[in-house]
């Protein structure tokens, strides 16, 4: 088996930095070294003790002077939304109801979805995500062209069709029987194979019947190891819609609650307008409560509050994302420059180094999947992007005066997009300079 051996400047977090100067938070070499063999990290550490562990032959790549990190991680994103990405003008029940269910009707055609499959992970990869947690079309085939695009990439991924019977055009809906069936045969062809993980995906509240909810809590008890994932709480329109439609229910939340879709492989994209309560039985769940900072700017849905989140007495486990096509950027660096102003307008601040843990580990935790990916462990896959500080003019001049990690990491996320991602790993193989352009 021959190895490779990396070299460059090493970034990995052992956990939540609490301050700038929380050194043991991370582990930074400036001369490190990753060895990879057979899709994993196999040693990790400053490059000499690394280098005594390669072989004689071992391919060796110097990234020198760039930053190599963990992937980074996307926890919700809508691949069909491609082409609705920089539409203009609506809140989200307009937006969905005129961009989206539309543009997501054309994947009812296997081939639209196989080719936009392909376009949205190359996307991805260029932008140095290397894992997504992506919402497929209510169409099986969706689902189907998603995962074998991904299984043929060997990206760890995460991906369900969505569940949707009512409120949205015919060509967008499934029927409870129907979603449930699909979603088992999807489940049985695909989750666990190779890198490939299923998440059971009612769309939300709005679109899903009770019965269909009923389907959705059922598949959950079935596959209790399976992630869900939907949206909550982000406009107030779709909240009092919703409410109208559960007249029961004490709130959102609880609507979600009822049909035992609680837990911890729980992922609710936005969760702006959350009351106290529903904060609660969201972190006494264990739930992840999704921050996608393009989107909520986008769409006018509002400010996530994210440090009182982490905060409260009963704290909120919290991702990051894109949210594309609600968002408007496929880049996780543009992603947390938007949500540090999102942070900024609640008085409060995310310092760099938080930025970077919440992309790499602190998504995989979310996820649950920190055994394998988000940092640069030995034993864990090999998924890692490559980070130029200089990418452009103005980075270049900018890093003139940049002094510290910190500094540079911030300049990475406040002027950084695709083209600071110089290279990406997936399990080991180079992806993006292996891309046709
Ligand atoms: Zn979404």
């Known amino acids: 088996m021959t190895s490779t051996l990396l070299r460059g400047r090493t970034l990995s977090f052992v956990r939540w930095p609490e301050t700038i100067d929380d050194h043991s938070a991370w582990r930074y070499e400036e001369d490190g070294g990753l060895l990879i063999s057979d899709g994993r990290i196999v040693a990790s550490g400053a490059y000499h003790d690394v280098e005594k562990q390669a072989g004689e032959g071992s391919k060796k790549i110097d990234h020198r002077p760039h930053l190599l990190l963990p992937g980074f991680i996307d926890t919700h994103v809508h691949f069909p939304q491609m082409q609705v990405i920089a539409s203009y003008g609506a809140e989200l029940l307009d937006w969905l109801n005129t961009y989206t269910f539309p543009e997501e009707t054309k994947f009812a055609n296997a081939q639209h979805g196989r080719r936009i499959a392909r376009l949205f992970l190359d996307e991805m990869v260029r932008h140095g995500t290397t894992t997504v947690a992506a919402y497929c079309s209510v169409h099986k085939a969706s689902a189907e062209a998603f995962f074998a695009e991904s299984h043929d990439r060997n990206m760890l991924n ?77 406009n107030h329109a779709e909240i009092a819609f919703t409410q109208q439609l559960y007249p029961r229910s004490r709130d959102y939340t609880d609507i979600y609650e009822h049909y035992g879709l609680l837990g911890k492989k729980s992922l609710f994209g936005h969760c702006i307008h959350l009351s106290e309560r529903e904060a609660d039985a969201l972190s006494e769940s264990g739930s992840v409560a ?148």
């Open 158 to 234: 995460i991906a369900g069709k969505v569940m949707m019977d009512r409120n949205a055009p015919d060509g967008v809906l499934d029927t409870p029987q129907s979603g449930y069936d699909d979603t088992k045969a999807l489940i049985k062809e695909w989750h666990g194979k190779g890198r490939q993980h299923y998440a059971i995906t009612p769309r939300f509240a709005i679109t899903s019947s009770p019965e269909q909810m009923e389907m959705a809590g059922a598949l959950c008890r079935e596959h209790p190891g399976l992630h869900m994932q939907t949206h909550l709480s982000e």
């Open 290 to 437: 999704v921050f996608c900072p393009t989107s909520n700017l986008f769409l006018g849905s509002g400010l996530f509050d994210y440090q009182r989140f982490r905060r409260r007495d009963k704290p909120l486990r919290i991702a990051a994302a894109t949210d594309v096509g609600g968002g408007t950027n496929y880049s996780m660096l543009r992603t947390m420059d938007e949500g540090y102003k999102v942070i900024a307008l609640n008085g409060e601040k995310l310092n760099p180094f938080q930025s970077f843990w919440q992309i790499t580990r602190g998504n995989a935790e979310a996820l649950s999947v920190a055994d394998k990916i988000g940092t640069l462990d030995q034993g864990t896959d090999a998924d890692i992007v490559v980070l130029d500080a200089r990418a452009t003019p103005a980075m270049r001049l900018r890093m003139e005066t940049a002094q510290t990690l910190a500094q540079e990491l911030f300049l990475l996320q406040t002027l950084g997009d695709d083209r600071a991602v110089r290279e990406v790993y997936v399990a080991g193989r180079t992806a993006k300079s292996d891309m046709a352009n």
